[in-house]
């Protein structure tokens, strides 16, 4: 936690009024320009105004390698400015940065009690009275053995002796170093419970867009299906569809678009239809984008020229966008969003670590095919076209047969299922309604972090095991062998002292933990 504080900057350099002034970073608001030069820490988040430059992200999200910034770029307080000034403008300043909200997720986790801890809790409540009880019978039997002093002597030696502070020890000190290695390396686990479960994982299900893909898909091709459209006029009506939608597919046209310098007609009456596509009004005149089940629910005649056309993109593990205006089949935007080069490592690890790993996606079913194979998973565990809802159902199924549930996503649409998983992981380059539903945050945006999750969940469950077996150990051996007379006063201090020594030491261990992936 003070390692985390002392990232924040003490001041900021801000322009108003078009003058430079230094102020404490308490002062910045929401809307503030400010000046940020090489070597210096970003004293809020917001967007790059001007200026290019590379930002070391490392102390948010683990990652060593510095990012390149541009204007439009999101940066985040705390981070480090490696090379060229910048101007930005405040978005989120105080409690609302992204680092005062690792430092609140992190200390309300270390405060939190994993389940484990309530069989400690348990013990501890009822430990007291049996030292008692043992004390009291140990001064009696000494009292008629061998006189009032040494039945003092021994019966002061069990009250001595008997530690439930080892047995409080036990759980919290392992969430709190636990937690904070997560910390270091950008996994943000939000409380005792979900560190404890996160052993427990027997399968895992991914979302494909943003989880094992990069989440920055490209426009790819542009086919025009009809003599009333040109393929540039097919783009701009497209982005002006999905200009105001959230899915990285839709922001991929958009960008297209613009990059081509196209002037985009004004949209109104803008819906998204989750799992399926988005209808707006332009120009009076109704258009659609979205996938064929879109089409074919709107009413939308398909012919098999169109079928053919898309079929050989998704065979290339693009994602075919289907466009039409009053149901007419205009044309078709093939997209392709990568698959992450750790993705297919990632997975494999979770396989070594005995997990069944599926994959959910709103996606049709030869591009969903065509991912996972590339990246390692199975035919039959592969799931597309599913609608958010259906993900959560999907949950429930495999809960139902028995398996403890990891969910890992990024998009508005996986929430539902992220909320009804054992664990939800959401990829920190995803959105705030999936961050804020899952229980572990991931900042690197990466699926080997899911995998340093769960080595760490499995490590600090092994040292609490440990520091239970040491603590109902000591305190069996050492009050019978209190009560028996073979342990003074004296030394039953120190082996009491020592028994929380050894659980606070054996604790701290978790520090040196190294993910080997």
Known sequence: ?????????????????????????EQVVTGDELLVRPGESLPVDGIILSGRTSIDESM??????????????AVFGATLNKEGAFHMRATKVGRDTALAQIIRMVDEAQGSKAPIQQLADKVSGIFVPIVLVVSLVTFIGWYFAAGFTHALINAVAVLVIACPCSLGLATPTAIMV????GAE??????????????????????DKTGTITSGRPEVTDVAALSDRVWERDLLALA???????????????????????????????????????????????LVLIGNRAFMEREGVALEDGADRQAIGFEAMGKTAMWVARDRELLGIIAVADGVRETSRQAIAEMTSLGLSVYMLTGDNHKTAQAIAQSV??????VFAEVLPQQKAEMVKKLQGEGNVVGMVGDGI??????????????????????????DIALLRGDLLSVVTAIRLSN????????NLFWAFGYNSLGVPLAALGFISPVIAGAAMALSSVSVVSNSLLLRRFRSTV
């Open 1 to 25: 936690m003070r390692a985390l504080v002392k990232l924040q900057a003490k001041t900021a350099r801000v322009i108003r009024d078009g003058q430079e002034m230094d102020i404490p970073t």
């Open 60 to 73: 948010l999200t683990g990652e060593s390698m510095p990012v390149a910034k541009e204007a439009g770029s």
């Open 178 to 181: 636990g937690t904070g290695k």
């Open 185 to 206: 390396n950008g996994i943000l686990i939000k409380g005792g419970e979900a560190l404890e479960q996160a052993h427990r994982l027997t399968a895992v299900i991914l």
């Open 239 to 285: 982005a002006s569809v999905e200009r105001e939608s959230e899915h990285p597919l839709g922001a991929a046209i958009v960008s297209h678009a613009q990059a081509q310098g196209l002037i985009l007609p004004t949209a109104k009456d803008t819906t998204a239809i989750p799992g399926y596509g988005v209808r707006a009004t332009v120009e009076g005149m």
């Open 376 to 381: 390692g998973i199975a035919a039959e565990r």
């Open 413 to 438: 649409n996986d929430a539902p299922a992220l909320a009804s998983a054992e664990i939800g992981f959401a990829i920190g380059s995803g959105t705030d309604v999936a961050i804020e539903t899952a």
């Open 459 to 466: 490590a600090t469950i092994k040292k609490i095991r440990q």
